[in-house]
């Protein structure tokens, strides 16, 4: 799995779901607060995700899944190194 591609794969379906960019996230960014995602939002791009990488998230993973990190974590992927300018 080519994590880099990975990483902007991810950030371009968050952009397409929640109309918000995220070329800029770092892993600790809270996807609802930093994006402006309502529950609904958050769900959606959840169910986006596991389409795109072709897995399930069980309900307790998906309770506890707050950041950016927490995402890629989630979904098996390594997010692409980002600096914090």
Do not use: C, F, W
Not at 4 to 23: F, Q
Not at 31 to 41: A, E, F, I, P, Y
Not at 53 to 78: F, P
């Amino acid at each position: 799995m080519n994590t880099n591609r990975d990483d902007v794969i991810l950030r371009l379906l968050i952009t397409r779901v929640s109309g918000r960019d995220a070329t800029a996230l770092h892993a600790g960014d809270d996807l609802q607060r930093v994006l402006g995602l309502d529950t609904t939002d958050l769900l959606r791009l959840l169910v986006a995700a596991e389409r795109s990488y072709g897995v399930e998230l069980d309900s307790d993973r998906v309770r506890r899944l707050r950041t950016y990190g927490d995402l890629v974590a989630a979904l098996g992927i390594a997010e692409h190194p980002r600096s914090k300018d």
